[in-house]
């Protein structure tokens, strides 16, 4: 192993209240304001607060909001789909900040703990006056605690430690949060750690060969090689004063991960796709300075993200691989800085504008996935809003420019001598502009229409246009196209609102139309994973391209309370998705999907208060592959599973609690999901080609305040 960060803190989870989704939270993005609720704002907003029973995985932790599903790999990885787009098309910010984690696949996961977070925001649609290329899908902002501080000088202290175990992976997490403040200056340190163990699937016998029933899988029961250990810690410094606000945090990650691969050999033994060592290091700094009525903030970050990955080899022995052709290594470097100006209320519109720039520098050390590369991007903006009566409009302009630069020699030479790109395409520019005009209506108090329309853009990724190389994490060579050029899209939705007291409700259509979609295409061609060379046999040769794209869908929510002491909570989504081109779904399309959820008060007993009991059901409707080239549609040609999934519900059961201790309500739940050991197969879950997803599970969670 290289020399990482000396940062080596314990571990950490901040978990504050029982409640889960919070759907009327002051926001503080997509709007000027500091006082606007989501009801108020075109766009649409959910906030979540971090639980102890939190799931390792971003995808599963956002899941329950209505519109946003996992792509999931494992108990530990979860990639958030927002309205049908994932991947490059949904901006991760932490605490504001763009990241970078090397995002090359479906797999590949957001270097972030949601457990050391406050909350998270999830905006939902085109989002790219605010964010930039990226955001044409939705943003997801995981912000950091807020600081402490006092008005003289006091010294103030509290913190937080939560546990929790999980039967079915045997995994367990600890975790500690403190906060600190001196005065005016505050201090926060967050820790936690995580590790799992094999998860086990529902209740299935496994497909062997000479088995007729083609309905099972080839694996079931415990799954190996997906066990996983995640550590992570922040320290934060803040100071508030006059109308300043500094603050100043970095954010050490860490994660070893192993992945289930399939294998055609006849003894169907289970073997590991890929084994990975993932670090992130970030660190954020933050100015703002209130000037009479206008004010200034300045924002830098500095993010060190490295990724080691071995194929076919566990990251246990992963060391035992390196200086062959199993073995990658690259290291990303980036930098980012914005300057950011609020303007006072002139007339009836207040506003901001302001620069955004960064620069990234990728270097391969090891391997042949994706070449060393350097990218920069520069972004100029305003944003408007203004309340007139019982309107709020919001519009904004952005203009973005990126150049992406891949390196010809050195480790990248060998993409070069392949012919995946040469000094003819080996740089490129790509630039457009952006905007979006929002209005909301209030009708009453209590009943609202919302819209927003929107153009944004993104460009291809330095690895949409010159990977070449094998991607052990999903079984494949993959291949860039250096003549990618960017999407462009135009997105609209239509929300209307009721909210009033405990009683919420919002049913939305929306439609986004993309250009120059970018998807990754089969292409009948295998390659041979040593040379790299076209061959009978080998690995599935996959290839991005681009088409025309139409995304529909509509979603319901509805959150009332049926009994003095019943809580209801409804979810439904519908998707039509569209390869306009190709006349067939757009490849990985989210299932139609509903969910009832009931959470019934129970009355005070001994030591405990504010008991509760919740019952969750989801459905999710069959699916099928959009069509043969499909990443991991060549599994419907196997005589197990296939790539299609059918129909399938799960229900979850759980108790939550808090228990009276020397003066401290201790939190503690119980949560048992899958409760009837259901085997099924998610149609976002990369194994379901060849094994089922988790099974039942009981969850013990606790979280002590001091």
């Not at 639980?51 to 990639?79: M, R, W």
């Not at 930098?335 to 990728?362: A, L, M, S, T």
């Not at 986004?512 to 970018?518: A, E, V």
Request: include cysteine; charge should be neutral; charged fraction near 25%.
């Amino acid at each position: 192993m290289r020399n990482r960060y000396s940062i080596v803190l314990l571990s950490s989870i901040s978990f504050l209240s029982a409640e889960e989704l919070v759907l009327e939270k002051i926001t503080v993005s997509a709007s000027v304001s500091t006082d606007k609720q989501s009801f108020e704002l075109p766009c649409q907003i959910d906030s979540i607060k971090s639980k102890a029973n939190d799931s390792a995985s971003l995808g599963e932790t956002l899941s329950k909001i209505t519109g946003v599903n996992s792509i999931s790999t494992g108990t530990q990885a979860g990639n958030v789909a927002i309205r049908g787009l994932s991947g490059e098309r949904i901006k991760v910010l932490s605490n504001g900040s763009s990241t970078d984690f090397q995002g090359y696949g479906i797999r590949h996961i957001a270097n972030i703990d949601p457990a050391l977070s406050e909350n998270i925001e999830v905006i939902r649609g085109a989002s790219g006056v605010l964010y930039g290329s990226n955001a044409i899908g939705g943003v997801v902002n995981v912000i950091s605690p807020s600081f402490l501080h006092t008005d003289e000088n006091q010294t103030l202290f509290k913190g937080k430690i939560n546990a929790s175990y999980s039967t079915n992976n045997n995994e367990k997490a600890i975790a500690l949060k403190t906060k600190s403040a001196i005065g005016k200056l505050g201090v926060n340190i967050d820790v936690s750690k995580r590790e799992a163990g094999n998860y086990s699937t529902g209740d299935s016998k496994a497909w062997q060969k000479g088995t007729t029933n083609s309905n099972l899988p080839l694996f079931a029961g415990e799954l190996p090689y997906t066990d996983f250990e995640t550590k992570s810690a922040r320290v934060g410094i803040g100071y508030k004063d006059d109308g300043l606000k500094a603050s100043l945090q970095h954010t050490y990650w860490n994660s070893l991960q192993n992945y289930l691969g399939h294998t055609p050999s006849p003894d169907f033994k289970a073997v590991a796709s890929a084994g990975q060592d993932l670090t992130n290091n970030e660190t954020q700094l933050k100015l703002s300075k209130e000037l009479g009525d206008w004010n200034v903030a300045i924002k830098a970050s500095k993010t060190h993200n490295q990724r080691e990955a071995s194929t076919n080899t566990p990251y246990q022995n992963m060391s035992s691989k390196k200086g062959t052709n199993d073995y990658l290594d690259i290291d990303t470097l980036r930098d980012d800085v914005g300057i950011e100006v609020r303007h006072p209320i002139i007339g009836d519109w207040i506003g901001k504008f302001g620069i955004d720039g960064y620069n990234k520098e990728q270097t391969l050390n090891e391997g042949k996935l994706v070449p060393s590369a350097d990218e920069k991007g520069r972004a100029i903006y305003a944003f408007e809003e203004a309340e007139i009566g019982n309107w709020l409009f919001q519009g904004g302009l952005r203009y973005d420019k990126q150049d992406i630069t891949a390196s010809l020699d050195g480790t990248s030479s060998y993409f070069v001598n392949k012919g995946f790109y040469d000094a003819t395409n080996h740089d490129r520019d790509f630039s457009s502009w952006g905007g979006s005009i929002g209005a909301t209506y209030k009708f009453t108090p209590s009943w609202a229409i919302a819209s927003n329309l929107s153009k944004g853009f993104r460009s291809p990724s330095i690895f949409e246009l010159y990977a070449g190389g094998i991607h052990g994490g999903v079984q494949a060579f993959q291949i860039g196209n250096p003549n990618l050029v960017e999407e462009k899209n135009i997105g609209l939705d239509v929300s209307f609102r009721y909210l009033k007291d405990k009683t919420s409700s919002n049913l939305t259509f929306h439609r986004n139309s993309i250009d120059d979609y970018i998807y990754l295409e089969n292409t009948g061609r295998k390659r041979n994973p040593k040379t790299g060379d076209v061959a009978p046999n080998g690995l599935d040769e996959m290839k991005y391209t681009q088409t025309d794209a139409k995304i529909d869908g509509i979603e319901y929510s509805l959150q009332t309370p049926i009994t003095p002491t019943t809580m209801m909570r409804v979810s439904a989504e519908y998707l039509d998705t569209k390869d306009k081109k190709n006349d067939t779904r757009l490849a990985y399309t989210p299932a139609s999907n509903g969910s009832i959820e009931i959470t019934q008060e129970l009355s005070d007993v001994w030591m405990t208060n504010n008991n509760k009991i919740n019952l969750d059901m989801r459905y999710y409707h069959k699916q099928k592959v959009a069509n043969s080239k499909e990443a991991f549609a060549q599994y419907n040609s196997t005589p197990f599973v296939s790539a299609d999934t059918s129909s399938y519900a799960l229900f979850d059961l759980g108790y939550d609690t808090k228990l009276k201790i020397a003066d401290k309500n201790v939190d503690f739940s119980i949560k048992t999901s899958n409760l009837f050991d259901r085997a099924y197969r998610n149609y976002l879950d990369t194994y379901k080609g060849y094994a089922l997803g988790i099974g039942r599970d009981v969850k013990f969670s606790m979280s002590l305040p001091f």
